[in-house]
């Protein structure tokens, strides 16, 4: 093992929460990619872990899942021994060949059918959320972003559509938004769990065209999937695919509020729309870092690595890296090609990434065709987390057509 590159770096710590927030973290990963791709970040206390931060780098680890395997954890601040009860269940820490055994049987609802009915509430949902803001009146758009996502994933697990007020509170304190304290945070867990119980019992008298049928009626080497096992991809389903959407929205919307060339371009071709929303998703980069593990000794971009030591993969400072992306710190548009690992690489590419690459093309279809342009109408505020790069406020002003 080595130490840091330089005494710059060596007071920089990726986990810290406030990191992501700071006006010269971007400056940090580049410079990281320059001098050290595969950099040993010292913790406060001791502790250590291997920041991948070059696109090519990052690409071997993400693909190579022999190598690098997820079930002794997915993230950087994860519980070693809730990983291990959860190891082989839920599929982001799950390795072959049981991982790709649990995704067939959850990816397999995912028929034509549903992703129409998906595609109709989707664009019902954002112009009802449209239809509610004042030309001119400033909004807190981070409320708005964070409808459509849950709204997307209740509709896929089948949860009727009276009780999404209710797992979007819910969702909201139990994933860590707010204030709320621990025991608050608990019990919304605990009122999600309680539901879903509900629900997959529910489904197992009635099925429907929904995730919770498919996962009740789905088996791994002809043994059915467990209540647990349900429980557990359902909280993953929710958690993954709030997160991304929702602050991709707000970073998407940021940027073109600050370029109204680009918002006019894209108004104006909307047959565009999905080099748009690719744009956005490498810009805003919301999953900030995955952790992997290596299960013997190995090279990464020519720094020995030892088995077991903690491998993370930063996607933001990826999807910055200048070998790969032309002046990668602009927003375009029309970029193209576009090979960004907003949704990861390999086996454990993000499971919902087309869903999230339909909600983002309806939500800005809708904007685009909506408004003119508008601006930001208060401080935009960073979130303070080490695994999403997003935005906890991010009031903003639109003008209607």
Known sequence: MTTDSSAALA?????????SARPDAEEVWA????????????????????????????????????????????????????????????????????HGKIRRVVSSAFTPRMAARLERNMRDTVREELAALRDGEPRE??????????????????????????????????????????????????????????????????????VISTMVGGAVDGIPLTDEEIFLNCDGLISGGNETTRHAS????????????QWRAAAEAPEAM??????????????????????EDVEIGGQPVRAGE????????????????????RFDGARTPNP?????????????ATLARIELRVLFGEL????????????????????IWGFESAPVVLRRR
Not at 250 to 261: E, H, N, T
């Open 274 to 295: 999905d080099t748009l929303v690719n744009e956005v998703l490498r810009y805003t980069s919301p999953a900030m870092h995955v952790l992997r593990t290596p299960r």
């Open 141 to 210: 758009f981070t409320d708005i972003a964070s409808v459509l996502p849950l709204s997307v994933i209740c509709d896929l697990l089948g949860v009727p559509k009276a009780d999404w007020p209710f797992m979007l509170r819910s969702t909201r304190i139990a994933f860590g938004e707010g204030d709320a304290d621990p025991l608050e945070r608990l019990e919304a867990h605990a009122g999600i769990l309680e539901y879903y119980q509900e629900l997959v019992a529910e489904r197992r008298r009635t099925p429907r065209e929904d």
């Open 31 to 98: 410079r990281l990619r320059r001098e050290r791709p595969v950099h040993w970040n010292t913790r406060p206390d001791g502790s250590g872990f291997w920041a991948v931060t070059r696109h090519r780098e990052a690409v071997r680890v993400l693909k190579d899942a022999t190598t690098f395997v997820s079930g002794r954890g997915m993230r950087l601040d994860h519980r070693p021994a809730a990983t291990e009860a959860a190891a082989g269940k839920l599929m982001i820490v799950t390795d072959a060949p049981r």
């Open 310 to 329: 903690p491998v993370t993969v930063w996607m933001p400072s990826a999807n910055r890296d200048e070998t790969v992306f032309a002046d990668p710190d």
């Open 250 to 261: 707000v970073g998407g919307l940021l940027a073109l509020l600050d370029r109204p060339d």
């Open 368 to 387: 685009l065709s909506t408004f003119s342009g508008g601006a930001p109408a208060g401080p935009v505020r960073r979130l303070r987390s080490n695994l």
């Open 11 to 19: 007071g920089t710590d990726l986990a810290d929460e406030d990191f």
């Open 340 to 352: 960004h690992l907003a949704f990861g690489s390999g086996p454990h590419y993000c499971l919902g």
